[in-house]
Nanobody
């Protein structure tokens, strides 16, 4: 059974930093794309950043230059380093992974449970 477990959220002041982690467990044959989405209250879930199997990265305009996504193949993990945080970054952050699990026969998207980030003074 595949599980994604996020950590690293919390309360931070504007201008501060946080590092989100997402660890993937289970019997996995291959991991393709990994990414982070966020959902603020009363707003739709939006892409923050993603990283391909070839480590090509993509960022939303709102976070470009402040956030950095990375992945660790050996640990089946994806990270989001967030710098110069702003109040508008407040949201629940979700990791998502496109992977091939044992017995599935195909790549499928899996989601974590979310981790809350609050940027406030």
């Amino acid at each position: 059974q595949v599980q994604l477990v996020e950590s690293g959220g919390g309360l931070v002041q504007p201008g501060g930093s946080l590092r989100l982690s997402c660890a993937v467990s289970g019997v996995i044959f291959d991991i393709n794309r990994m990414g982070w989405y966020r959902q603020a209250p009363a707003k739709q879930r939006e892409l923050v950043a993603d990283i391909s199997a070839g480590e090509i990265t993509n960022y939303s305009d709102a976070v470009k230059g402040r956030f950095t996504i990375s992945r660790d193949r050996a640990k089946n993990a994806v990270y989001l380093q967030m710098e110069n945080l702003k109040p508008e970054d407040t949201a629940v952050y979700y990791c998502t992974v496109d992977l091939w699990a044992r017995g599935s026969g195909q790549y499928s998207d899996y989601w974590g449970q979310g981790t809350q980030v609050i940027v406030s003074s």
